[in-house]
């Protein structure tokens, strides 16, 4: 069955792909700084390789956050155009970071390449500003936790609302249900997002929350 909300997602993105970072850079600017602020609060494991998976990665934007501190970057997007984009900017920045497209959240995970090990066993998973376009959140954190090892930590940033977003009761559910929910933490950062330029820019109020995996 096609996942109508997923297309919708997908030729948005694609439309907007080469001007995003442009459009949106005073909030890459801030996630950015508020994402570096927090490495410690992460948890990112004390080791010589550190294995990250970016899920709806967009152009890059929690990967270049975190490159400093991960050896190993991949990302998955539903959109080839953003998926270009993220590739340009690894290779001009020489960033250790690859993205793919696919989709990990619909009824059957395509392309069947991220049914290889490859794929699976990471650090850290995480997504950025997409669970709020997911049509089933839940399915989407619990597949994201299937990519974690054992003591692994998902990593999730979104919108706090209650018709657009999440509230801390309803994304801690999101990680227990997944069973990610160990040391979960939810912090609403103070600044809030800007999205888009001039007239028709907004504020957004965004949350970043983690909890880890500890069973298999």
Same mark, same amino acid.
């Given at each position: 069955?096609?996942?109508?909300?997923?297309?919708?997602?997908?030729?948005?993105?694609?439309?907007?792909?080469?001007?995003?970072?442009?459009?949106?850079?005073?909030?890459?600017?801030?996630?950015?700084?508020?994402?570096?602020?927090?490495v410690d609060w992460i948890g990112l494991p004390?080791?010589?390789?550190?294995?990250?998976?970016?899920?709806?990665?967009?152009?890059?934007?929690?990967?270049?956050?975190?490159?400093?501190?991960?050896?190993?970057?991949?990302?998955?997007?539903?959109?080839?155009?953003?998926?270009?984009?993220?590739?340009?900017?690894?290779?001009?920045?020489? !960033?250790?970071?690859?993205?793919?497209?696919? *989709?990990?959240? %619909?009824? @059957?995970?395509?392309?069947?390449? /991220?049914?290889?090990?490859?794929?699976?066993?990471?650090?850290?998973?995480?997504?950025?500003?997409?669970?709020?376009?997911?049509?089933?959140?839940?399915?989407?954190?619990?597949?994201?936790?299937?990519?974690?090892?054992?003591?692994?930590?998902?990593? !999730?940033?979104?919108?706090?609302?209650?018709? *657009?977003?999440? %509230?801390? @009761?309803?994304?801690?559910?999101? /990680?227990?249900?997944?069973?990610?929910?160990?040391?979960?933490?939810?912090?609403?950062?103070?600044?809030?997002?800007?999205?888009?330029?001039?007239?028709?820019?907004?504020?957004?109020?965004?949350?970043?929350?983690?909890?880890?995996?500890?069973?298999?």
């Amino acid at each position: 069955m096609v996942d109508t909300n997923a297309e919708l997602n997908r030729e948005f993105h694609d439309a907007h792909a080469q001007g995003y970072n442009n459009q949106h850079a005073s909030g890459i600017e801030l996630l950015t700084e508020e994402i570096r602020s927090r490495v410690d609060w992460i948890g990112l494991p004390p080791s010589d390789k550190i294995r990250m998976l970016d899920y709806a990665c967009g152009t890059g934007l929690i990967s270049v956050a975190l490159a400093p501190y991960v050896t190993e970057t991949v990302g998955i997007d539903i959109s080839p155009n953003m998926v270009e984009e993220y590739n340009k900017r690894a290779e001009t920045d020489k !960033i250790p970071m690859r993205a793919h497209a696919g *989709n990990l959240v %619909s009824d @059957e995970e395509e392309p069947v390449v /991220f049914s290889s090990p490859d794929f699976f066993a990471f650090d850290l998973v995480t997504i950025g500003l997409g669970f709020h376009h997911f049509s089933d959140p839940t399915l989407a954190a619990q597949r994201m936790a299937a990519r974690l090892r054992c003591g692994g930590k998902l990593l !999730i940033i979104d919108n706090v609302s209650d018709d *657009n977003g999440f %509230s801390h @009761e309803s994304a801690e559910k999101l /990680f227990r249900d997944a069973g990610v929910a160990t040391d979960f933490e939810f912090s609403v950062i103070d600044r809030e997002l800007r999205i888009g330029r001039g007239p028709a820019a907004w504020k957004q109020k965004v949350f970043i929350a983690r909890g880890t995996k500890t069973e298999l």
